[in-house]
């Protein structure tokens, strides 16, 4: 199970920490990532972690956007910064063995947090 949180309305320019807590299994071998949808477009990967901690983002995110995970709470985070209109989306927690940069590469998925920025 993957329950995410911190999603909010915050105006331009502001920041926001998302966080999934992640249960059900051996969390800390497993890929994690954030991907967002906007109404009317398909889901798009925002960043990933990996079991190691390599990380990887979205052309859109870098230098904004932070992913980290904590393997001893069973979570991850996103630290978003430089808020933007057009990152107003529902932001969506993933799990995998292996790290993708789209959708179909996990099966494992939260239910989302709305993120608005206005």
């Known amino acids: 199970q993957l329950v995410e949180s911190g999603g909010g309305l915050v105006q331009p320019g502001g920041s926001l920490r998302l966080s999934c807590v992640v249960s059900?299994?051996?969390?800390?071998?497993?890929?994690m990532g954030w991907f967002r949808q906007a109404p009317g477009e398909s889901r798009k990967g925002v960043a990933t972690?990996?079991?190691?901690?390599?990380?990887d983002y979205a052309d859109s995110v870098k230098g904004r956007f932070t992913i980290s995970r904590d393997n001893a709470k069973n979570t991850v985070y996103l630290q978003m910064n430089s808020l933007k209109p057009e990152d107003t989306a529902m932001y969506y927690c993933?799990?995998?063995?292996?790290?993708?940069?789209?959708?179909?590469?996990?099966?494992?998925w939260g239910q989302g947090t709305q993120v608005t920025v206005s």
């Open positions: 993933a799990a995998d063995s292996f790290c993708s940069a789209v959708p179909a590469g996990f099966r494992y």
């Open positions: 059900g299994f051996t969390y800390s071998g497993y890929c």
């Open positions: 972690i990996d079991s190691n901690g390599a990380t």
